[in-house]
């Protein structure tokens, strides 16, 4: 009978599991959940962003700040009003870190090969490169999605709308088909040019991760490694949205638009952001966004790492 020593069957266990780690279903799987974590746990502070960054379209002002926003919506809603939109959060997140990791993941290993040829070899263009693949097919898939949870976190629970829109949505389903009834198919296209403009984002954010994870070894120091996967994720979100969030206000300003009264195209929603509100209107709760996206960030990319880990050291999947 020939014995294997320790250290080689260790060695093949880890290189099964790390097979396993590359498998799409776990992959796919690893990031569903983790989205869903990330959505359902900032919910409240998505709310509070899109009330600031959305307010610049009414001439009411009376939210103040990520903690005064908070606040005037309990105070007027309820908790309940710090979830609203939770259900197409928990739809939207699904499939669009679901789609989002398989593409990274997957276009990870191809575009090495396919740069090759023109002989590059720079793995920031490569993470780069899969970080534009991906995000744009999840943006693409998941856009009608987002519009209706912009919408509905825009109600305030009376009856009314913050962005002066005639028209109440009861729920999720209720406002995609009021949306399509009033507004028609086009309506869920809303913003859809600013999130691609948010492709830059992502091209920024997840190469930024990658290259901090090697900076801070999150792969060799197993005993510290989940503070060292959280710094990574916070620092890499900070650096991406500080520079791409513009594209975040434009986004919402176009999804909560009624195409049939205000036909504002990207340029005309610019130039009056411009007008109206400044250099600052670009930046409407930047600050409340930097609260929801960073712990968000975190949450999504370090619950995505531990829990693809814990699925490839399982058979059952």
Partial sequence: MTVVPATSTGAVQQASSEDRAQDPRVIALSGALAGFLAGVVVCPLDVAKTRLQAQGTTNSMKYHGITGTLSTIVKEEGVRGLYRGVVPIVLGYFPTWMIYFSVYERAKRVYPKILGEY????????????????????????????????????????????????????????????????????????GLVPSLFGLFHVAIHFPVYEELKKLFKCDQQVDHRLPRLIAASALSKMCASTLTYPHEILRTRMQIRTINRNKHSLIMTIVKIWRKEGFFGFYSGFTTNLARTVPASAVTLVSFEYISRYFACKSFI
């Fill in 119 to 190: 002989g590059i070899d720079n793995e920031f263009v490569t993470h780069s490169l899969s970080a534009f693949t991906a995000g744009g097919a999840s943006s693409i898939v998941t856009n009608p999605i987002w519009v209706v949870k912009t919408r509905l976190m825009l109600q305030t629970g009376d009856g009314k709308s913050t962005y002066n829109n005639k028209v109440y949505y009861r729920g999720t389903i209720d406002a995609f088909k009021k949306m399509y009834k009033n507004e028609g198919l086009l309506v869920f296209s809303s």
